[in-house]
């Protein structure tokens, strides 16, 4: 089968709504999407060898025959590094005007718009960004659900920014993660403005079909005229933190979920997983984060040219 080059790129950020923009965009009929949702590959300076035990248990692997038949379900998270491997991904595209992926380390990896630029100066780039304060929180409450801290919030905040060794697999980079202006710098460097497409969280959260139809224009692909408007990756706590770290340490959960298909793993979350008491940011530590933040926030704004202030309050 011949391999088609990925025209467009969903860059990130994090926890920002890349997973919700992915699921309702797969469906388009003139658009087609790696089966891997973040295949990582042009984040070259995210070392592999480097992850700790408890990241790698917790990233996927490609089943075997993987490339052999166009897969039913999505995988969500594989650092691919073999070029050949990567290009196959695309290998299904059957004529679609935009062909692209959707991995959230390439907004905070140093290479990566480099390197897309250098494999296609023509690609589009969707760039989605969240109140840093709610996308820290959000990334919490997922360091949670994944068993990689059970500390309180402030703690694990302090234990992340305090620690020797730190990167992509190696810390969780709360912070460092939700400080945007440099990382967007980098992309308005290396592609022309009108290359770019910018989405605000709050709008996108706030009117789904407009934004997703905005994407489509950027993309020059019809519009849409309705979403199944559902959550996607939305926050959950575990029900118990001491058994989801168990099967988080072991890594039975990883396996299980490459077992099972998205029915059966959306059963298996509401068995050990609850959507509801899910605690609020709390106005002090919103406060801590807002001080932390402001100037990268104010920063951004103008390098985007979007008011931002909404952020600050």
Not at 65 to 82: C, T, W
Not at 125 to 142: D, G
């Amino acid at each position: 089968m011949e391999s088609h080059i990925p025209n467009f790129f969903i860059v990130g950020a994090a926890k920002a709504g890349t997973t919700s923009l992915y699921q309702y965009l797969k469906t388009h009929n003139d658009l087609y999407f790696s089966p891997v949702k973040e295949p990582h590959y042009f984040s070259t300076d995210i070392k592999t060898n480097e992850f700790t035990s408890i990241y790698k248990r917790n990233i996927d692997n490609l089943p075997q025959g993987f490339y052999q038949n166009k897969p039913r379900d999505s995988i969500q998270n594989v650092f691919i590094r073999d070029k050949a491997q990567y290009l196959n991904l695309f290998q299904w595209a059957d004529g679609e005007k935009a062909i692209g992926e959707c991995s959230t380390s390439y907004l905070y990896s140093k290479e990566a718009a480099g390197n897309l630029k250098r494999f296609n100066p023509d690609a589009k780039i969707i760039i989605v960004l969240r109140n840093p304060a709610e996308r820290t929180y959000s990334h919490y409450l997922m360091a949670v659900r994944f068993g990689f801290t059970q500390l309180p919030f402030r703690k694990a905040l302090q234990k992340d920014l305090n620690q020797n060794k730190k990167g992509w697999g190696k810390s969780e980079l709360f912070i460092e993660l939700s400080l945007y202006y440099e990382q967007i710098k980098r992309y308005m460097e290396a592609f022309p403005k009108e290359r770019i497409k910018i989405i605000l969280f709050d709008e996108f959260k706030k009117d789904p079909l407009k934004t997703i139809n905005e994407i489509c224009t950027f993309l020059e692909i019809e519009q849409i005229s309705n979403i199944d408007n559902q959550k996607h990756n939305a926050a959950l706590m575990p029900k118990s933190k001491n058994l989801n770290r168990l099967m988080v340490n072991t890594g039975i959960k990883n396996k299980i979920s490459e077992l099972l298909n998205e029915k059966a793993k959306n059963k298996l979350k509401r068995l050990f997983f609850q959507d509801h008491k899910i605690p609020n940011i709390s106005k002090e530590d919103r406060a801590y984060l807002r001080n932390i933040f402001k100037e990268d926030i104010e920063k951004t704004s103008n390098l985007i040219n979007r008011d931002l202030s909404h952020w600050l309050k």
